[in-house]
T-cell receptor
Framework: KQEVTQIPAALSVPEGENLVLNCSFT??????LQWFRQDPGKGLTSLLL?????REQTSGRLNASLDKSSGRSTLYIAASQPGDSATYLC??????????FGKGITLSVRP | DGGITQSPKYLFRKEGQNVTLSCEQN?????MYWYRQDPGQGLRLIYY???????QKGDIAEGYSVSREKKESFPLTVTSAQKNPTAFYLC?????????????FGPGTRLTVL
């Protein structure tokens, strides 16, 4: 059974810092990995999707990498801003596009 | 605007009542999903449907039921058999098949049992 782990559960950084959020998964037989952002009381917003054959994806200040063989992904956020404060979840897709989610990392960026 | 809508935003249920959560999408997606989110537990899959008139149980289907009579609609009924239904419910959709299967989520429904 696939398990997805995100550690730490919470992170607080000063504004302007570059930071890395980690995600690990136990079964490397995945179709893709997706990073989401969730604001309190809201739904999930897709940030980046990396196909299993890809190594990384970039969107603006965000860069996500995938090392399928070691079961790891990282989300790099450059020059963090207070508006980046949210919970970040990673999820891996197996058969039938079923996603297995991590519990998320709650990020707080201090002005 | 294409997207996923969920209603209501907040729902209160009395003990022993069945309630139905609505999920509609106009993205022309084939597959739809229901997840439950509890504090500190992440998202768990309740039911999913890859095609109209067909659906499968997820990891925590007990006490829930669904239907998929139309491509754009996937309502979830929380029955009285669900012992702890208070949670945040999220609906999602994606194109079925292929490698590019990014999931898109609705805004959620928060269900509270009184």
């Amino acid at each position: 059974k696939q398990e997805v782990t995100q550690i730490p559960a919470a992170l607080s950084v000063p504004e302007g810092e570059n930071l890395v959020l980690n995600c690990s998964f136990t079964d490397s037989a995945i179709y893709n990995l997706q990073w989401f952002r969730q604001d309190p009381g809201k739904g999930l917003t897709s940030l980046l999707l990396i196909q299993s054959s890809q190594r990384e994806q970039t969107s603006g200040r965000l860069n996500a990498s995938l090392d399928k063989s070691s079961g790891r992904s990282t989300l790099y956020i450059a020059a963090s801003q207070p508006g980046d404060s949210a919970t970040y979840l990673c999820a891996v897709a197996g058969a039938n596009s079923k996603l297995t989610f991590g519990k998320g990392i709650t990020l707080s960026v201090r002005p | 605007d294409g997207g996923i809508t969920q209603s209501p935003k907040y729902l209160f249920r009395k003990e022993g009542q069945n309630v139905t959560l609505s999920c509609e999408q106009n993205l022309n997606h084939d597959a739809m999903y229901w997840y439950r989110q509890d504090p500190g537990q992440g998202l768990r899959l309740i039911y999913y449907s890859q095609i109209v008139n067909d659906f499968q149980k997820g990891d925590i289907a007990e006490g829930y039921s669904v239907s998929r009579e139309k491509k754009e609609s996937f309502p979830l009924t929380v029955t009285s058999a669900q012992k702890n239904p208070t949670a945040f419910y999220l609906c999602a959709s994606t194109t079925a098949g292929g490698l590019y299967n990014e999931q898109f989520f609705g805004p959620g429904t928060r269900l509270t049992v009184l």
